[in-house]
């Protein structure tokens, strides 16, 4: 609303201006008197609804500027969504018309099973994906906030990387230190699962990826996903985290996506009171992301509550 508001505004004030000015311009009266007070204001008055136009032009500018842009994304973001849902359909077509049409091993009967779940799982992370993108845009996640031990979280996020792409699990290198932080387990999951996701397919060949987690101050957990591919140019390291944003034409791309994934990345973290920034690493191509959250290395200092009472009850014995 607030563009054709301001449209109206303009409007309303190049009106007034236009009449006002004629109206000086017809009147003889005003220009004998240049020095007169009435002069003076009405030319305040007409220089003021002057800038105020300026102003709102300038915004007016602004805004379509970003209406085509989010045009221009809106519309990859159909093309990918289109072949990221037409390419898994018509895998699984292929292999059901063979299936009904053709004698077939046992062997090759496994594969094409085991090739048409892969196909609806993509199906289906594409959708949890629209599914969450639709839900942040509405409302705010909510659910019960607990502390995790980070490093079990990263190894599992991994392990399903992995399995996913079919790469060795070694393929993904973890250091992990002893952390914890606190807040919802599956937002936890998305993000580190996203963003490892995004580093092994857009990973150099051979593919490598390095996942890194410590503490990065006295109440502050970092961790870093870093990958050996193109990287991504610096001044489109912000525009990543947009809604349906895609380097490139979409139609031109080799690697699958939705161009939505650093954008559930980024807002999740936001309601975690995390940020995730673009880092680049010292030496060859690829790129880092920097994850903080708050949180600490408290699994070496705080006894759990078993270990607490195993404890007391050892000494209440001695």
Sequence with gaps: RFPILLAIVMIALLVVLTIGWVLLSVSGALQDERSSGLYWALLTIGSLFSLLLLVGTVLYLILSIKAINLTRRQSNFIDSVTHELKSPIASMKLYLQTLSRHHVTEAERADFYRFMLEDLERLDRLINQLLMA?????????????????????????????????????????????????????????????????????????????????????????????????????????????????????????????????????TLLHQLRGRVHVRYPKAGPGTVFEVRLPGGPRAAERVSPDAAEAVVAAASKG
Excluded: M
């Design 134 to 266: 639709g839900r942040l845009e509405a409302v705010p996640a909510n659910g019960p906030w607990e502390e995790i031990e980070l490093g079990s979280l990263l190894r599992e996020c991994t392990a399903a990387v992995c399995l996913s792409y079919r790469v060795p699990a070694d393929t993904v290198q973890l250091a992990l230190q002893p952390c914890w932080v606190r807040g919802r387990r599956l937002d936890l999951e998305i993000i580190f699962r996203n963003l490892i996701d995004n580093a092994v397919k857009y990973a150099g060949q051979p593919p490598q990826v390095e996942v890194t987690a410590g503490p990065g101050g006295p109440e502050e957990v970092v961790v870093q996903v870093a990958d050996n591919g193109r990287g991504i140019p610096f001044h489109l390291r912000r525009r990543i985290f947009r809604r349906f944003e895609r380097l490139g034409l979409e139609l031109e791309r080799d690697k699958p996506g939705t161009g939505l994934g650093l954008y559930i990345v980024r």
